[in-house]
């Protein structure tokens, strides 16, 4: 299996895209209702977890340099545990984007095409990805580097351009609903920290892999910026989204940008480059998704899977009948999938790997003193 390998700029993009397309939706909200007054203060708590998570997760994977999850699961349970891993993260990887695309597409829908089919909206993103993964992998790494920096500098805007609509005050009280519910039951909220699943595919796309430490600390620190502006831009303009089940609540935050009577509705260029975004989002799943089945079943020729995993897609997200159910997906089984096969699934497999081979080179060294 031959591709071509990213350097470290890329890899950060990498990961900060999947936490920027997700929270072009309704992450920021549903963030919001978990700990309400008290998010901010909740996500400078779960940010520092999620960026010693991944530091602890890098540790372990530097005793299998040049490893990904797959291979490292390999050396602990053999092809049985391999295979089911490797199916687990495909599967993850596979409803959690189209979960995500569905909504995007619902957006989009309610936006700009009301009386369009939503399947003919889903299909459009399905043919651009197709036609993505018939590139290289280093191609397609390249391009969402080139797309995201928009995308952080869309935010960056958006925040200091509505700074003057804020109400600093609706972050009180700050301890929200208590703090059991900010730093318990609050913890549900390092799901928007989704990106950290790559890092153990990332070792054997990279130039340099002993990079990895920098990558993971750089794009979660990164991530944890970025996801505190969205968020405090909608608790300090809007309270209501608390409550409100608004679909696309950073769209309605751009709406409010103007600049005299010759800069207004500045939303149209904000949504072309989160389209730009979630299309190159979707190519890297898929990407990465065909790069697990690659390994667990060998096949040399990607050629073969590009339509086949594009109509995978297209299956999952066109399952929901409408967008109530859709969004209950996203809100209600997304995060614990992220809790669930991110943190304690890929974790435990990389602790036990670590054990085995502590154990194995415990025994070789018994067995030359004997």
Known sequence: MTSSKINTADAIMLILSIVVTHTMLSLPRNILIVTKSATILNLIFVSIIAILIAYFIVRLMRSFSGLDLIDISEFLGGKVLKTIIGIIFIAYFLSSSSIMLRNFCESLKIIYYPVTDITFIILF????ICMANRLDFGATIKTNTLILPFVLASIIFLFFANMNKFSPQRMFPILGDGI??????????????GGIAYLYFLPTA????????KIA???IGISAIYLILCVSTLL?????????????????ATRYIEFGNFFQRLESIFLLFWILAVAGYMSIVSKFSMRI????TNIE??????DIFGLLIFGISTIPKNYAISEKCETEIYPYMVLGIVFVLGISILVLANLSKRNKKTKRKEEQHV
């Open 206 to 213: 990279l130039n340099e892999p002993h990079k990895m430490k």
């Open 125 to 128: 993103f399905i043919i651009a």
């Open 301 to 306: 020729n990607k050629k073969s899977l590009i």
């Open 217 to 219: 600390l750089i794009s």
């Open 293 to 296: 089945f690659q390994k667990i």
């Open 180 to 193: 059991i519910q900010t730093f318990g039951w609050g913890l549900i909220n390092l799901s928007a920290f």
């Open 236 to 252: 300090f303009m809007f309270s209501f989204f608390l409550e409100a089940n608004e679909i696309t609540p950073l769209y309605n």
